[in-house]
């Protein structure tokens, strides 16, 4: 049965540092893995995508990293913001329609 | 741009009511899910279809059920809302394909008293 883990459980750093959440699956046979950021009360909003075949996407200030042998993932934030405070989700996809989640990381940034 | 639509962001129902919770999506995507979450629960998977008229159990389907009747709706029901099933629920839809990607509503946060 696949589990994802993600660590730190919360993190908390001044503003303008950058920062890495860890993203950790135990089967490596899945199709993609998506980073999701949830706010308060909110729903999921989708951040990045990285299909089996690619080890990394970038949108923005946000990089993500995939090594399927390692079973691991890494979001990485550049520059950190207040605004980029709420709670990052993993998902991996375990075929085209078992998505798997982490428990979450809750990231607090203090100006 | 993709788009999700749950129909109520708030609800709050009394315990023994059937309750409606409605997901459109205007992806044109085959597949649909229900998830609930709790702190220190995280996402669970209530019930997902990959098709019209089509269902799944997911982890936790006892006291639910859902119903697909077009493609871009799914619906959950909750036959008889107990206090327990108090939660936040999430509707979620993707494309059966290997590229697949998950998209999610905004969320109902129902209360049952």
């Known amino acids: 049965k696949q589990e994802v883990t993600q660590i730190p459980a919360a993190l908390s750093v001044p503003e303008g540092e950058n920062l890495v959440l860890n993203c950790s699956f135990t089967?490596?046979?899945?199709?993609?893995l998506q980073w999701f950021r949830q706010d308060p009360g909110k729903g999921l909003t989708s951040l990045l995508l990285?299909?089996?075949?690619?080890r990394e996407q970038t949108s923005g200030r946000l990089n993500a990293s995939l090594d399927k042998s390692s079973g691991r993932s890494t979001l990485y934030i550049a520059a950190s913001q207040p605004g980029d405070s709420a709670t990052y989700l993993c998902?991996?996809?375990?075929?085209?329609?078992?998505?798997?989640f982490g428990q979450g990381t809750r990231l607090t940034i203090n100006p | 741009d993709v788009k999700v639509t749950q129909s109520s962001r708030y609800l709050v129902k009394r315990t023994g009511e059937k309750v409606f919770l409605e997901c459109v999506q205007d992806?044109?995507?085959?597949?649909m899910f229900w998830y609930r979450q709790d702190p220190g629960l995280g996402l669970r998977l209530i019930y997902f279809?990959?098709?019209?008229?089509?269902?799944e159990k997911g982890d936790i389907p006892e006291g639910y059920s859902v119903s697909r009747e077009k493609k871009e709706r799914f619906s959950l029901i909750l036959e008889s809302a107990s206090t327990n099933q108090t939660s936040m629920y999430l509707c979620?839809?993707?494309?059966?394909?290997?590229?697949?990607?998950?998209?999610f509503g905004q969320g109902t946060r129902l209360t049952v008293v």
């Open positions: 979620a839809s993707s494309l059966w394909s290997s590229n697949t990607e998950a998209f």
């Open positions: 089967d490596s046979a899945i199709y993609n």
């Open positions: 990285i299909q089996s075949s690619q």
């Open positions: 998902a991996v996809f375990q075929g085209a329609q078992k998505l798997v």
């Open positions: 992806m044109d995507h085959e597949n």
């Open positions: 279809s990959y098709d019209v008229k089509m269902k």
